[in-house]
């Protein structure tokens, strides 16, 4: 049997006496584009440090591709693609010299033919050489993107990964999310507040309100278990009375 | 006017919580304690080798006893003073950046520049509001010094030294208030915060620490130990007549020198403390009016440098952003 | 390529780019070698000095200032490295660990195979390919300065000596390029990170050899190290203050390699104790937990 792509058992994460996290069990399969709703705070950036080895569980576990990520950190690592919420990456450095760092960070030793290939991927060829201090915000994220799949991780996570960006941009993330799934199978996590990019790019989503998770199946499933409800927007109302308004 | 003072009273609020700056007083105070206790102790010690000369010349049947080492209280705060010199200059600076770099970084400064304020209320109001922090601390700072000279130093205080004091006091405000304009100034001026505290912290190398050391390294009479005439035995007459024949090499380390407001701040205040020793237990009013032209130019540039903050610290400077 | 080696490439390249680090590598650079003019002029005006007091009859002692070593020049260049040398390190060490916190790349360097181990001593390891190209670029031009001067090169003992300050100047940048690390990865806003090294440096460079040698802050600034005081007190306080005047066992060392009449002895204490702190702050920088590199800045 093949190990589904996330995994968690009764995952739990405090800070001090603040409970950020409570007994999260999720399992996402291999292919999914994965959705993480929930208000501020609910405790959406916590799981995405504890699924990309940022933090590690004050108790439950955690596994990514069937690989525990505080046993087999090294490992969880090789496999997944990681962009933060509003990352600066180096100002100073070129385009290259920032995807060649991230590249033999990854593990890639001569990684220059690959930065090629992803940028031709992500159509986002002609900067190479321009330092980063130069870039729009929208282009900040497609270097974040490509950085994040050099290595061809088999996961993605990605935190608010539309936050700040203008339509054209939103519209152009959303393109590159699902080729990336559709042409290379890549599971992608995502947290992110925009209701309709999740009903445009979101194959499952899970719904967490103060660290716990209240709600989480196909969006398919989600829509069809509300025929009542118009839209995404309303059911999520339903989902987390904590934003409801 | 109002705005102004809001500004200023906001600064004093924000540094009354302000962990840093706690730690910057306590460090200082903490130096300045370190000094005179080091000073007291290093007295002490020149008195028991006094004591120890004198018992041998004793012993040994001599008549001839030299003068015992006296104690000038004040001159046990020239460590302290050289304190302020260097870190106090320094923590101005810093505090003077950490007043504008908050209020960018915070976004608060948007706000301000919306509402119906004066153009120089921002930055004339933080130099303001740390120009009475200074005060306070340098009192304080003083007061623990005095007490201390008396305690640790064993020491009597007179009251024409309380006076002494009151003027070094005051030197010592002025001086710390120019760093921190300073700073104020360029942090304005800079889009990127820490290229404004780096260029203020090299400013502040070259003046308080490299010119002086340039200074004193082209000194003829530093290059040899003990001094060069007095190494040749040369009288100070025959001496000032020879150096007549360098006086364009003298100049120019002079120029140096007094090109550092430190070294103004430092000549004031260590004639006022008798350090200097032409200026020991001399009468106050015969040692400012010595001092008047030093006296003249410290505080000149600190006005000037308050003037440069309020300048520098226009609508387009203080929103400029980091390309 | 490995995450050391990446690392230290990706800091070279950081700072070679940043202009705030050229500032301070152009004032540095700039001070080594005007220390080599200074002394020159300094030497000639004394030499002056001494020539007419001689015709002026007012003395028939030899020029005290006659015999001075050709590395005389070169001496005020340990003070440099004392003040603006250390600016300098503390400087790129806090730029170095404070970059990936600033820009938000911490997180994602560490959701990567890498070892903080590696990663941190890769900066460490681009810092200090920074400061020996810094270093060297002044003995060169401090050994072409006093080559110039004495109007004949350096000998090979002179070199040598010259190598081996430069040595005894990469230790102590070091432990400050450290300092600076250390305080980049656990300080909680950016003007703390930049003026905890600067307070500490104070206490290092002021503070502690005052305590054993009872100078005063501004005698300190003199390339020659203070003797230490004895009786009273101080025989106890500069047996424990003496190890940890870092800066005056540079000024030791470095005043022995250049041939500074004014110290005498050996450097290899002065020497060891330098390495030893390196080689403590090394292990401490290189031992940070993995969590402390993204912690998120205040401002």
Known sequence: ??????????????????????????????????????????????????????????????????????????????????????VQFYDSLTLMENLRFFGRLSGIRKPDARIADVLRFLDFTGHENQRLGTFSKGMRQRVGIAQAILHDPSVLFLDEPTSGLDPEGVRILRETIVRLNQEYGMTVFMNTHLLTEVTKTCTSIGILNHGHLVHHDTLVNTLASFPEEESLEAIYFQLDPAVAP | MIDLITVAGKELLDLRRDRLFALLISFLTAVTLISVTVGAADFRNQLDAYNLYVANLTTSGSGVVPAAPHLFPLQLLRSGIEYLEILGALFAIVLGYGAIAKEKHRGMLQLFLTRPVNRFAFALGKVAGLSMIWWVV??????????????????????????????????????????????????????????????????????????????????????????????????????????????????????????SVTKHFERLSFALLGIKDQYNQQPIPVVLTAMLPYAITLTAATVVAVVFAGAASTRRTLQRKQS | MSVFITSAHHETLSVCRARIAHLLLFVFIGMVSLSSIIGWVTNITVTGVYEKILANGLTVAPNPFSAVPELYYARNAVIYVVLIGTLMAIVLGVQATLRDRKSATAGLILSRPVAVSARVGGQLAGLGVVIFAVLAISMAISWAGISIITGAPLGSDSTFRLLGFAGCAWMLLMVFAIIGMIAGITSKR?????????????????????????????????????????????????????????????????SILLRDSNVSGSAGSSVAILLGFLVIAVVVVVLVPRQKLRQTLND
């Open chain 3, 190 to 254: 950016e003007t703390t990170a930049l003026l905890v090294p600067f307070a500490l440096w104070s206490g290092l460079a002021f503070v502690i050899p005052q305590l054993g040698t009872a100078a005063r802050p501004v005698a300190l600034l003199n390339p020659v190290p203070m003797p230490e005081q004895t009786g009273g007190y101080f025989d106890v306080l500069s047996a424990i203050t003496g190890p940890l005047s870092i800066t005056e066992h540079f000024k030791r060392a470095g």
């Open chain 1, 1 to 86: 049997m093949t190990a589904a792509a996330i995994r968690t058992w009764d995952l739990c994460r405090s800070y001090g006496t603040y409970q950020a996290l409570t007994k999260l069990s999720l399992e996402v399969p291999r292919g999914e584009v994965f959705g993480l709703l929930g208000h501020n705070g609910a405790g959406k950036t916590t799981t995405v440090n504890l699924l990309t080895t940022l933090l590690e569980p004050t108790s439950g576990r955690a596994e990514i591709g069937g690989r525990n990520t505080v046993n087999d950190a090294a490992s969880v690592r090789r496999s997944i693609g990681y962009l933060p919420e509003n």
């Open chain 2, 138 to 259: 340098v009192v304080l700072l003083m007061g623990v010094s005095t007490i201390s000279v008396v305690t640790i130093g064993g020491g009597a205080v007179t009251g024409t030294d309380l006076g002494r004091l009151g003027f070094v006091t005051v030197f010592i405000w002025m001086y710390l208030v120019f760093w921190s304009a300073v700073a104020v100034a360029l942090t304005s001026l800079s889009a990127s915060h820490s290229t404004a505290l780096i260029v203020a912290l090299v400013i502040w190398l070259g003046f308080v620490l490299v010119i002086p050391q340039i200074g004193d390294t082209m000194d003829p009479d530093n290059q040899v130990p003990g001094g060069l005439f007095a190494a040749l035995n040369i009288q100070k007459p025959d001496e000032m007549a020879v150096l007549a024949h360098f006086s364009k090499f003298d100049s120019i380390r002079n120029v140096l020198e007094v090109s």
